[in-house]
């Protein structure tokens, strides 16, 4: 069962941060058949423009050293009301990013644009998802939009400029 988040215990700021993992600054090249051809930089794009639909901040960072995603974590619990994290590789092995994702207190949704669950046994098993709020897979570089919209949602952000039905799902 995903961990429950109180989101309204503090005032979420109007920022996401969206954090990628290994090997993610390659994407477009790595296992297309895998990944697709879509790059990071698309997706960032992408998702910048839709948080200027929304009128939210996001912080975009991509790191292959787990400290440094974990530093990323730390930062975030002062300036961003939600995480939007793929862990690449580090989905499988990291108890430092699952404990990392304990200490953020607002909303965090694991990303991964394969579907993990079709994966060989050695790619099948998120060990970070138990610490997670949500987790969508298999959705391709189109998860990181449906993750934005929750994630959006669960900080409050609305925006007239999207149909209502995105904004506030379908409540």
């Given at each position: 069962m995903p961990r429950s988040r109180n989101s309204g215990a503090r005032n979420l700021p109007k920022r996401i941060a969206i954090l990628n993992g290994p090997n993610l600054n390659l994407l477009?090249?790595?296992e297309p058949h895998i990944y697709g051809r879509t790059?990071?930089?698309a997706i960032e794009k992408s998702c910048r423009e839709l948080a200027t639909a929304?009128?939210?901040e996001v912080d975009f960072v991509q790191s292959n050293?787990?400290?440094a995603l974990i530093e990323?974590?730390?930062a975030a619990r002062d300036r961003a009301g939600a995480l939007i994290v793929n862990p690449a590789g580090l989905s499988f092995t990291s108890v430092a990013l699952f404990d990392a994702f304990k200490i953020f207190?607002?909303?965090v949704i694991e990303v991964h644009i394969s579907n993990i669950h079709a994966r060989d046994e050695l790619h099948r098993?998120?060990?970070l998802s138990a610490a997670a709020t949500g987790v969508i897979c298999g959705l391709g570089p189109q998860g990181y939009l449906l993750a934005f919209l929750a994630a959006a949602r669960a900080i409050g952000a609305k925006a007239k400029a999207l149909p209502a039905?995105?904004?506030v799902g379908a409540d």
């Open positions: 477009g090249v790595r790059t990071l930089a929304l009128g939210i050293d787990e400290g990323a974590i730390h207190e607002g909303p098993h998120s060990i039905s995105l904004v």
